[in-house]
């Protein structure tokens, strides 16, 4: 899982909040560390790294909101999008493992059963539905991921992250001028 980045040295505690700002700036590269990922759809560990490093500069960003410019309202709802949309895709990623292993695990019973009645082949009822869910959420998961995709690339992720920065900036300078 991605590890945040200290930011114990960005931070001033006995000065006004834009000051810290900065560490924004941390957080927004770890989710942007991720971002050579995006295009492809089978790098399921990093489409979830960064959604983890997008909740952490939500996060950071919602305690900073007060010292930004009122501009940062939807640069934070960008965040808010990238981390949903990224979570509906991990929930499909984690779900298609259990569902396919459940399907094995379904059939080998049913398979078995069969075996011990002397029916023949088994009928493996229990499997055909869960076949059909797996399908269901593979074509989700297809679905979301394009949906994110699209938002991505209209972002496009180089101008979103420049707003921010220059949020950034913005409050550290002005704090600096106040003191």
């Not at 770890?30 to 295009?39: C, D, F, G, P, R």
């Not at 759809?41 to 410019?69: G, Q, W």
């Not at 292993?101 to 398979?111: A, G, H, N, S, V």
């Not at 009928?123 to 995709?149: D, H, N, S, T, V």
Request: proline letters at 7%.
């Amino acid at each position: 899982m991605a590890k945040a980045v200290p930011i114990h040295k960005l931070t001033h505690p006995d000065q006004k909040l834009g000051m810290s700002a900065p560490v924004l700036l941390v957080r927004l590269n770890e989710m942007l560390e991720w971002a050579a990922a995006v295009h492809d759809p089978a790098c399921v560990e990093e489409l979830h790294n960064m959604r983890i490093s997008a909740k952490r500069l939500r996060y950071t960003m919602e305690l900073f909101l007060p010292a930004l410019d009122p501009a940062a309202a939807g640069v934070l709802r960008t965040v808010e999008e990238i981390q949903g949309q990224l979570g509906d895709i991990h929930d499909c990623d984690v779900l298609l493992p259990v569902l396919r292993e459940t399907m094995e695990d379904e059939m080998e019973r049913e398979r078995k059963k069969a075996l011990r009645a002397g029916n023949g082949p088994p009928p493996f009822l229990a499997a055909e539905g869960l076949i059909a869910l797996q399908r269901r959420k593979q074509e989700e998961r297809r679905r979301r991921y394009e949906k994110f995709i699209a938002y991505w690339d209209a972002l496009p992720p180089e101008e979103f992250a420049d707003r921010l920065r220059h949020l950034v900036l913005q409050a550290a300078r002005h704090d600096n001028s106040e003191r």
